[in-house]
DNA sequence: ATGCACTATTCACACGAGTGCACAACTCAA
DNA sequence: TTGAGTTGTGCACTCGTGTGAATAGTGCAT
């Protein structure tokens, strides 16, 4: 850093190690023809200064910019707030830097997609699935790899991570089989993608196979007020056991049974396993669909997009498993 | 777009225009010496060919990529989360471009900085207590404008947008007194900023200003479980009215109190209005930070920095306003 | 016709880095 | 001394854009 203010550019290491800037240059990208004593004169003169590259030059030239947009909605909702954190860090283990635009409005993100695609991004990181056609549509034309996380319903062509929502609904109606219920209802969500029926077919195919039969069935937006409005058709059914699509729709569940107080509550299955299902006040059985892991592979995707334009698509789908607590425990009525 | 995925360059719109390279841009820059004639051709032809100017290109010529660092921890807090989301709204709409860091680890966030840095950003806005001090010092020696937001540990030499934690606790106190509450007790976060020590004093002073003094100081980590294992000495000492420092804190706190069972609870203020106070199980009364309004200044003090280098450190104090639900209504025992 | 003022456009260089190719320096054999 | 072979560096061009200074074009008065 120059006391003016101004950055170290590689001539300044150029002079410093009496060489040229190509040299530098090749010393940084690690070509195996220097020799061992220049390379070292570099280092320290790279070192003395503090020099760091100018990563959008580097880009410019290189046409590739380590960038990647990531485009998620509805930060307000924990379980996306927590897959971006994670995408973060993992982004940054790779040394790919997170070009983010979070947002609800269709418009919104389709200028902001814009934007990125001007930032010359080498991929795009989906987890919105109101925009998933915009974006789409937007990475296609403009040739860009894409990835999106958690959702299925793009054309084949598009490579895309997300879980196995059969496998959870089946892995659900094992668990409250086994737990003693003999009456199900399940409280979907009605986003327009596949994802909340998934969960539903799964997990009513599962309960045929044990000779039990799905019955109620509601849905209802995502958040807790409509849900909770919601809850109460779910709850006169008188379940023994909702598995909802979410756990939102999970905690709305629970506080419509708390307060209306008549009888034992249904036992409740949520999903995504939050932060807030594991309070005890919910201690909500829940399915993880490990993040840890979606999140992992969604940036590996993409990565691999990045250095090679003709990577196939890839469809990669992450097993879930079933947190148990005591929201699902056999009541002793 | 070409057909084989290359992008348009201002090249190919100053061929279809048949006009040079140079015109192009100073027509996009809006140059008042272009004549209408040639303009509107330039304009219709980057049209036809679906021109987007390449950011990268341009943020090197002009040493400045309208890039700007936002630094952020823990994610899984909603009220982050929130705050997040409202930056990256405000920032598009100046069209600015966020590069984002989140993570909870010192060496990650230092490392991140470097990168933010590489990436010849324009500014840097940061809202990571943990790190305040390495982000200072980051920017310090980069020479890049740097925005606090919600904090004002820092030197007075950065710039910062908070609240008034203080007035915040002033408004509290009139308003439990006012409620008829007698005995006061306040539950704070043990982070190593001043924030919620403001606020306790800004309590406390206004409690002695009516002649009542604060009882009971606790204070937690600001997550759920060391809150609610907190949340029994808090309780113990059964104050009528319980401020506390943030919204985690009171949901423990109200958690514990309907576990424990005996007798009414205390009234229960939190902080930060989150969105599950809202929810009909915690009712919580709660301080609104007025986060539009602090994101939205944190923005344009940080454009205002970047058009201008020279521009003085900023210190504003956004003003908060406090939310009344049921969990101060009047016992009626 | 010539000079002058004024406008519209182009030329050529810059930003900071990566890289193919030419070439300098050195070794070794004849 | 000359030639070939090897190794390490440097020149010059490139990526896509912005911009000061030079130039071409126009109108008008001399």
């Known amino acids: 850093m120059h006391s003016d203010g101004r950055k170290i550019r590689s001539l300044e290491v150029a002079e410093r190690a009496q060489i040229s800037r190509s040299t530098v240059s090749r010393v940084l990208s690690g070509d195996p023809r220097i020799s061992e004593a220049t390379r070292a004169r570099v280092l320290a003169a790279a070192d003395e200064l503090g020099y760091q590259p100018n990563l959008i030059a580097r880009g410019l030239k290189n046409q590739s910019t380590g960038i990647v947009g990531v485009v ?43 934007r990125l695609m001007s930032y010359q991004v080498d991929a795009v990181i989906a987890l919105a699935a109101p925009f998933s056609q915009s974006i ?81 069935v509601c849905t209802s937006r995502y958040s807790y007020d409509p849900a909770r409005r919601a809850a109460v058709s779910v709850l006169s059914a008188a379940p023994d ?3 909802c699509a979410n756990d939102t729709l999970a905690m709305a569940l ?17 999903y995504d396993n939050s932060a807030l299902a594991a309070r005890p006040l ?52």
């Not at 996306?80 to 409005?105: C, D, T, W």
């Open 72 to 114: 998620v909605t509805d930060l307000d909702n924990s379980y996306h707030a927590h897959a971006l954190q994670l995408l973060i860090e993992k982004m940054g283990e790779k040394r790919l830097a997170p070009l983010v635009f979070a947002g609800n409005s269709v418009e919104g993100a389709e200028s902001a997609i814009a």
């Open 136 to 216: 789409i549509a937007a990475c296609r034309t403009g040739s860009k790899p894409l990835v999106l996380m958690n959702r299925h319903e793009g054309e084949e062509s598009v490579s895309a991570v997300g879980g196995d929502g059969a496998a959870a609904g089946a892995m659900v109606a094992d668990h409250l089989v086994a737990r003693g219920a003999r009456s199900f209802a399940f409280f979907g969500g009605d986003d327009s993608t596949k994802i909340s029926m998934e969960r539903q077919t799964g997990f009513a195919d599962r309960l045929a196979a044990h000779s039990f039969s799905l019955g109620t």
């Open 241 to 243: 056991a909702v598995f």
């Open 254 to 270: 629970a506080d419509a049974a708390r307060e209306r107080d008549a009888g034992p509550p249904p036992m409740i299955v949520g």
């Open 282 to 333: 919910y201690d909500l059985t829940s399915v993880d669909q490990n993040l840890e892991e979606m999140t992992s592979r969604t940036v590996e995707t993409a990565l691999a997009m990045v250095f090679d334009s003709q990577a196939p698509t890839v469809r990669l789908t992450i097993s879930p498993f079933l947190v148990e607590r005591g929201s699902t425990r056999p009541r002793t009525s």
